[in-house]
C-alpha cells in the first residue's frame, strides 16, 4: 500500500516535497525552498507542512535549491533519519546548503535592521550553518543502480535524470507480503536529451504509479545546435558596440553548460578574445564538483577530456570571488560577458551588475533558464519597465534575449519520449512541478499517450492506496 501527499511543487514549480507513506515508513521526496514572492515564500519555508521527527527518511532527486533548500530546517526541528542521494548531489548540497544558509542569515539581517527601527519583533532565520553540519550528517550517497533496503519491505534504486550533475530518477519498490510488489517512479526533475556534459536519461522499467515533472509539458524548445551560434552572435554584438552581455545563470548546472558552449566557439576559433567573468563563488565550487565527477559525463565531453582538453575552461575566462572584485567589473569598458547568480534574479551578485546595466540600450541581457513567476527574472522576461532591484526602480533599455535550448528540463517531447519508454504497466500518474497550465498541459499528454488515470494534485492533497 503506498500512500501519498503533494506538499510543494503541486500547480507550480518551486518547493518539491512529497510524501511516502508505505508500510509503515514515511519518506519524503525531496524538501525544496518555495522561491517566488517574497513574503509568501518566507511564510512557506519556515511552516513545514509536516512533523520533521515522524520522518524516516528523505529521497533527493538533485541539488538544486527547490529541490534540496529546505533540508536543514528538516534537522533543525528534530529529523533524525538518513538523506539518501547520489554522491555528486551530495557534494552539490555541502556546498549549496552552506550557500544558502550564508544568504539567509545575511538576508534577515536586512530585514531585521528594518523591523527593529519600525518596533517590530524579529525574525529568527530559516537555518543557520549548524543546521546544515547537522543535516549533512544525515547524507547517505548510493550509487546509481544499485538497491537500498529502507526497511519494512521498501527498497530505493536511483537511475540517471539527465538534468544536473548526479540529479536521479527515484525508483521505490514496496512489498506488503503476499501481494506483487507496487513500483513508485518520481522523475525529480528530468534532463533534455543532447544537452553538453551529461548523459541522457535512463528508462526504469515496470512502474505502477509515476510522479512526472511539467516544466515545459507544453512546449518544444529549439534545437540545441542553435545555441553556440546565437552565443556567438551576441558575443558579435558586443564587441561592435563594446558592451556587455549578462547572463544570469544558476550556479549549479546552467553555468556549466554555457562554460561548455564558449569553450567549444573557444577551440573551433568562431569567437573572438572574449573576457568572460564568472562572478559567483559558489559557481566556481559547482565547477570544481563537476570536474571531481567525471563519471557522469556522457561520451562527447568525456572525449573532450581525453584530447587533454577542460571542456570548462578557455582563454579569457576569469572567476570573481570577493565583492569588491564583483563591483570593479562595473567600471570596466566592454566588450565582456558576465555569467553571475541568481538564475531567476531573486538574489546574489547579479542584482548590481543589472542595476548597472539595464539601462544602456547596447547592453544585453541573456536568459538561458526557466524563470518562476512573481520572479526577477520573469519581469525581465515580460520586458516590464520599470525594473524594481535592491529596492530601486530602474528603466529597462538594455536588449533582452532568451535562449530555451539551454534549459536543462526536458520539453514537451523529450518527457514524452520519456513517458512512452517507461509507461509500461502504469495504473497513476500524477503531473507536478508546473504552472497550473503546465501541470494541465502533462495530464492531457499522458492520456493520450494511454495513462488514463492521470492528474495534477493540488497543494496538500492526498491520495491512499495508489
Known amino acids: 500500500m503506498i500512500n501519498l501527499t503533494f506538499y510543494g511543487a503541486a500547480q507550480t514549480t518551486t518547493g518539491s516535497m512529497h510524501l511516502v507513506e508505505a508500510n509503515g515508513k514515511r519518506i519524503l521526496l525531496d524538501c525544496g525552498l518555495f522561491q517566488g514572492n517574497r513574503k509568501e515564500a518566507f511564510e512557506k519555508n519556515r511552516n513545514m507542512p509536516i512533523d520533521p521527527a515522524s520522518l524516516d527518511a528523505v529521497v533527493l532527486s538533485h541539488a538544486h535549491i527547490d529541490h534540496s533548500g529546505n533540508l536543514p530546517t528538516l534537522a533543525r526541528h528534530g529529523f533524525r533519519g538518513k538523506v539518501y542521494c547520489t554522491p555528486a548531489t551530495r557534494d552539490l548540497c555541502e556546498i549549496m546548503l552552506r550557500d544558502s544558509a550564508y544568504l539567509q542569515v545575511r538576508d534577515l539581517e536586512i530585514v531585521n535592521r528594518k523591523r527593529a527601527a519600525q518596533g517590530k519583533n524579529l525574525f529568527e532565520p530559516l537555518y543557520e550553518p549548524g543546521d546544515v553540519d547537522a543535516i549533512m550528517g544525515r547524507f547517505q550517497p548510493e550509487l546509481l543502480k544499485s538497491e537500498v533496503d529502507l526497511g519494512n519491505g521498501v527498497r530505493l534504486v536511483f537511475h540517471n535524470a539527465g538534468h544536473i550533475l548526479g540529479s536521479a530518477l527515484v525508483q521505490l519498490d514496496v512489498n506488503d507480503g503476499g501481494r506483487r510488489s507496487r513500483r513508485l517512479l518520481f522523475s525529480g526533475d528530468l534532463g533534455q536529451p543532447d544537452q553538453p556534459i551529461l548523459r541522457?536519461?535512463?528508462?526504469?522499467?515496470?512502474?505502477?504509479?509515476?510522479?512526472?515533472?511539467?516544466?515545459?509539458?507544453?512546449?518544444?524548445?529549439?534545437?540545441?545546435?542553435?545555441?553556440?551560434?546565437?552565443?556567438?552572435?551576441?558575443?558579435?554584438?558586443?564587441?561592435?558596440?563594446?558592451?556587455?552581455?549578462?547572463?544570469?545563470?544558476?550556479?549549479?548546472?546552467?553555468?556549466?553548460?554555457?562554460?561548455?558552449?564558449?569553450?567549444?566557439?573557444?577551440?573551433?576559433?568562431?569567437?573572438?578574445?572574449?573576457?568572460?567573468?564568472?562572478?559567483?563563488?559558489?559557481?566556481?565550487?559547482?565547477?570544481?564538483?563537476?570536474?571531481?565527477?567525471?563519471?557522469?559525463?556522457?561520451?562527447?565531453?568525456?572525449?573532450?577530456?581525453?584530447?587533454?582538453?577542460?571542456?570548462?575552461?578557455?582563454?579569457?575566462?576569469?572567476?570573481?570571488?570577493?565583492?569588491?572584485?564583483?563591483?570593479?567589473?562595473?567600471?570596466?569598458?566592454?566588450?565582456?560577458?558576465?555569467?553571475?547568480?541568481?538564475?531567476?534574479?531573486?538574489?546574489?551578485?547579479?542584482?548590481?551588475?543589472?542595476?548597472?546595466?539595464?539601462?544602456?540600450?547596447?547592453?544585453?541581457?541573456?536568459?538561458?533558464?526557466?524563470?518562476?513567476?512573481?520572479?526577477?527574472?520573469?519581469?525581465?522576461?515580460?520586458?516590464?519597465?520599470?525594473?524594481?532591484?535592491?529596492?530601486?526602480?530602474?528603466?529597462?533599455?538594455?536588449?533582452?534575449?532568451?535562449?530555451?535550448?539551454?534549459?536543462?528540463?526536458?520539453?514537451?517531447?523529450?518527457?514524452?519520449?520519456?513517458?512512452?519508454?517507461?509507461?509500461?504497466?502504469?495504473?497513476?500518474?500524477?503531473?507536478?512541478?508546473?504552472?497550473?497550465?503546465?501541470?494541465?498541459?502533462?495530464?492531457e499528454l499522458l492520456k493520450q499517450h494511454g495513462v488514463a488515470n492521470a492528474l495534477a494534485p493540488m497543494p496538500g492533497q492526498a491520495f491512499e492506496n495508489v
Not at 497513476?428 to 495530464?443: C, I, L, N, S
Open 200 to 443: 541522457d536519461y535512463d528508462f526504469p522499467q515496470g512502474a505502477d504509479v509515476l510522479l512526472i515533472e511539467s516544466t515545459y509539458a507544453d512546449r518544444d524548445h529549439p534545437s540545441a545546435e542553435d545555441v553556440k551560434g546565437r552565443l556567438k552572435g551576441f558575443i558579435e554584438d558586443i564587441h561592435q558596440q563594446k558592451s556587455k552581455l549578462l547572463i544570469p545563470a544558476f550556479s549549479v548546472g546552467r553555468t556549466q553548460q554555457v562554460l561548455y558552449y564558449l569553450n567549444r566557439l573557444t577551440e573551433e576559433g568562431r569567437m573572438p578574445p572574449t573576457p568572460v567573468y564568472v562572478d559567483s563563488p559558489l559557481s566556481l565550487k559547482a565547477t570544481q564538483v563537476y570536474a571531481k565527477h567525471r563519471e557522469c559525463y556522457d561520451d562527447d565531453a568525456s572525449d573532450i577530456l581525453r584530447q587533454g582538453v577542460d571542456p570548462m575552461k578557455f582563454p579569457g575566462l576569469k572567476f570573481i570571488e570577493t565583492p569588491d572584485q564583483s563591483k570593479a567589473l562595473n567600471d570596466l569598458p566592454g566588450p565582456m560577458v558576465v555569467i553571475a547568480a541568481s538564475g531567476m534574479c531573486e538574489g546574489g551578485r547579479v542584482l548590481h551588475h543589472l542595476q548597472h546595466m539595464v539601462g544602456d540600450p547596447r547592453n544585453i541581457v541573456l536568459i538561458v533558464g526557466f524563470q518562476a513567476e512573481n520572479t526577477l527574472g520573469r519581469r525581465i522576461v515580460e520586458l516590464k519597465s520599470p525594473l524594481k532591484i535592491l529596492g530601486d526602480e530602474f528603466e529597462l533599455r538594455a536588449r533582452v534575449h532568451t535562449i530555451n535550448a539551454l534549459s536543462a528540463h526536458a520539453d514537451r517531447t523529450a518527457l514524452m519520449r520519456w513517458v512512452d519508454g517507461v509507461k509500461g504497466n502504469l495504473s497513476r500518474a500524477f503531473a507536478v512541478h508546473g504552472e497550473p497550465e503546465k501541470v494541465a498541459a502533462m495530464t
